[in-house]
């Protein structure tokens, strides 16, 4: 069993930066994947991106390529997204997700197990 707590969500002006945490318990971020998925009021939640547990693979989803980057901290047992550029758009509830999976399905969430209860992310214009 994992436990995944996310924080570091809040508000922010078009063009600034957040970086949001994603603190596990139960098992180590070592052997497992971790994404960051995003749901926006009446949308589907979508991938945003993604990092296997020895951070070798990374995947971004097109719409923050360049603008987002992920990274992992095995000590701390912890996920990052550091968030730049914001935009309007990227307002949304903001959610970490864990799972044992390939690479190839990173970016769909019904891989993945273990979910946090989301941090909500506003970018005001």
């Known amino acids: 069993q994992v436990q995944l707590v996310e924080s570091g969500g809040g508000l922010v002006q078009a063009g600034g930066s957040l970086r949001l945490s994603c603190a596990a318990s139960g098992r180590t971020f070592g052997s497992i994947t971790v994404g960051w998925f995003r749901q926006a009021p009446g949308k589907e939640r979508e991938f945003v991106s993604g990092?296997?547990?020895?951070?070798?693979?990374?995947l971004y989803a097109d719409s923050v390529k360049g603008r987002f980057t992920i990274s992992n901290d095995n000590a701390k047992n912890t996920v990052y997204l550091q968030m730049d550029s914001l935009k309007t758009e990227d307002t949304a509830v903001y959610y970490c997700?864990?799972?044992?999976?390939?690479?190839?399905?990173?970016?769909?969430?019904?891989?993945?197990?273990?979910w946090g209860q989301g941090t909500q992310v506003t970018v005001s214009s």
């Open positions: 990092i296997n547990g020895n951070g070798g693979s990374t």
């Open positions: 997700a864990a799972g044992v999976l390939p690479a190839s399905r990173m970016s769909n969430r019904y891989s993945y197990a273990f």
